[in-house]
């Protein structure tokens, strides 16, 4: 899709999304038995890890990581994606069903005790769709350098492009931004609970579908959408 297409608001949005990636994988990967939920390459090549019996990697949990990702990806595509063709819209929509699996995650969380396997698989699948929904949606989304969830392609044309400095700093910006949900992460799983950073992630969700959703009824939104 060319660059020159008004994308609007939807590049800070997704910013938000990409930090909201980072605050997940870090439950995921430091809590969940070194999982991610948002970054299927890892995933495949920690299945292999599992098979291989090397690493102390979980092949259930990757497996099922990688399953849930799948279907999360069809809901988004194939029922959220479906529903509006106004990006802002869609947007919106997405991010809501995202917030809802996630508050659901936060609920588990804060509820049970996150060291217990069947509760770790729990989280793996809800998490693991919300990424796939995420992923879908971003997809049909199109904003160039915003993938949301995963940076090889955003850093790789970093260096390795020539391109305008706007281009080069919403790549730069994307990859600090999940460097921040990293970070963030860490620091709340390290002071205070596992359910910390899935709630700061559903709020990152909650305001990015109401801005989306209060920005797409204006009427200069059709430039955008």
Sequence with gaps: ????????????????????????????????????????????????????????????????????????????????????????????????????????????AALAAPGRRTVQLALVALLAVVMGMQNAVVRRLAVPDLTTTVLTLTTAGLFADRTASRVRGLRVASILA???????????LRHTDVAAPLWTAAGLLAVCSAVADRLSRRRSAEAWG
């Design 1 to 108: 899709m060319p660059e020159s297409r008004n994308h609007g608001p939807l590049p800070a949005l997704l910013l938000a999304l990409t930090v909201a990636t980072g605050l997940v994988d870090a439950v995921s990967y430091l809590v969940l038995g070194h999982v991610f939920v948002a970054n299927m390459t890892g995933n495949v090549v920690f299945s292999g890890f599992a098979l291989s019996g090397v690493g102390g990697v979980s092949w259930s949990a990757t497996l099922l990581a990688v399953g849930a990702f799948g279907a999360g990806a069809y809901l988004g595509g194939r029922h959220v994606g479906g529903s509006t063709t106004h990006r802002g819209r869609l947007l919106a929509l997405s991010t809501a069903a995202q917030c809802a699996f996630v508050i659901g995650a936060a609920v588990l």
């Design 178 to 188: 999940m460097a921040a949900g990293a970070f963030g992460g860490g620091l709340l």
